[in-house]
């Protein structure tokens, strides 16, 4: 099973811009929709963004990041990146990858792999 690593979370300010990575473990990263979610204190887990690339570089994002975050991958390096601008104290959570076989799901139980997460502190 493929295993996850994040990184690239930090402290900012509001308006500022950060970009997280996920390093994927194996070969068939290729296969996997991968996603992003993020869980504040004392909130369950939100999805934000998750790209897939059977037909394409097709992305869905949550309302609340559209427009700031962008979703990317690049299979030669088994990487998937989460872009985000503008940020907003709102923003402040840690950040999740996660991956799975098949459609991107924007449900964070149909998820089967998720790395250890890395923390986004964003201060007004």
């Known amino acids: 099973q493929v295993q996850l690593v994040e990184s690239g979370g930090g402290t900012v300010q509001a308006g500022d811009s950060l970009r997280l990575s996920c390093a994927a473990s194996e070969y068939t990263f290729s296969m996997y929709t991968m996603g992003w979610f993020r869980q504040a204190p004392g909130k369950g887990r939100e999805f934000v963004a998750a790209i897939i690339t059977s037909s394409g570089s097709t992305t869905y994002y949550a309302d609340s990041v559209k427009g700031r975050f962008t979703i990317s991958r690049d299979n030669t390096k088994s990487t998937v990146y989460l872009q985000m601008n503008s940020l907003k104290p709102e923003d402040t959570a840690v950040y999740f990858c996660?991956?799975?076989?098949?459609?991107?799901?924007?449900?964070?139980?149909?998820?089967?792999?998720w790395g250890q997460g890395t923390q986004v502190t964003v201060s007004s």
């Open positions: 996660a991956g799975r076989r098949g459609n991107i799901r924007s449900s964070a139980v149909t998820y089967d792999t």
